[in-house]
């Protein structure tokens, strides 16, 4: 008894410490004009302009997402300039580490003849409805963004079960795509900001550790 006690005694404090939270942020409002028409060949262009594009300085983060990246020890943002300068408004000087495994799943234009014209958010929405059905257009496919949304999950799953809280910010529907890596890996969505710029979820684990 003695000794078991004793071998309890001196578990490691990490053995003892509570795991921290998971934070996903869409990036906020980009720079960018959604109101023009365009067919499927306008669409690809309007849609490597927003990969280019930043945030309307006009749009500020909210004080909820501030409030995350203080408590946050490690913040990770997208190789996507509005992904990095989401990070950025909100990280107060701290470091951010960017990486590519967080990248937002393709939109690749749907193959319409040029006569079809729509404003980008209508193409979006054909995009990733024919994109979840498996149409790629030379993209990434489905299958392979579900299995780098599982990568993604990898890379901050043992950070914030060793106690630290972990912000990502990163992109909607990719965001999206890592909820089920992270409930596989026993991770529970606590707060559900929804989809809009700026908004987030955090995920905590239901046993604590």
């Not at 365009?38 to 997402?65: I, M």
């Not at 914030?160 to 529970?188: T, Y």
Request: proline share 8%.
């Amino acid at each position: 008894m003695t000794q078991s006690s004793g071998a309890n005694a001196h578990a490691s404090p990490t053995s003892q410490r509570r795991s921290g939270s998971i934070v996903l942020a869409r990036h906020g409002r980009p720079d960018t004009d959604k109101s023009h028409w365009v067919d499927s060949k306008g669409y690809y262009k309007w849609w490597c302009g927003y990969d280019e594009s930043g945030l309307d300085l006009s749009s500020p983060p909210p004080q909820n997402l501030l409030e995350v990246a203080k408590n946050a020890q490690h913040i990770f943002a997208s190789d996507l300039r509005r992904s990095q300068e989401t990070a950025a408004a909100v990280a107060n000087g701290k470091p951010v580490e960017y990486d590519p495994v967080f990248t937002e799943a393709p939109l690749p234009p749907p193959p319409f003849p040029s006569f079809i014209r729509m404003r980008p958010p209508h193409w979006d929405i054909w995009s990733r409805s024919l994109w979840w059905l498996g149409y790629t257009g030379g993209f990434e496919s489905r299958a392979s963004a579900e299995i780098r949304a599982f990568a993604a999950v990898d890379k901050i799953d043992p950070l914030a079960r060793a106690g630290d809280n972990v912000l990502v910010c990163a992109h909607g529907w990719f965001n999206r795509m890592m909820r089920p890596a992270l409930v596989a890996n026993g991770w529970n969505c606590v707060y559900d900001g929804r989809d809009d710029y700026w908004s987030f979820r955090r995920y905590e684990r239901a046993d604590g550790h």
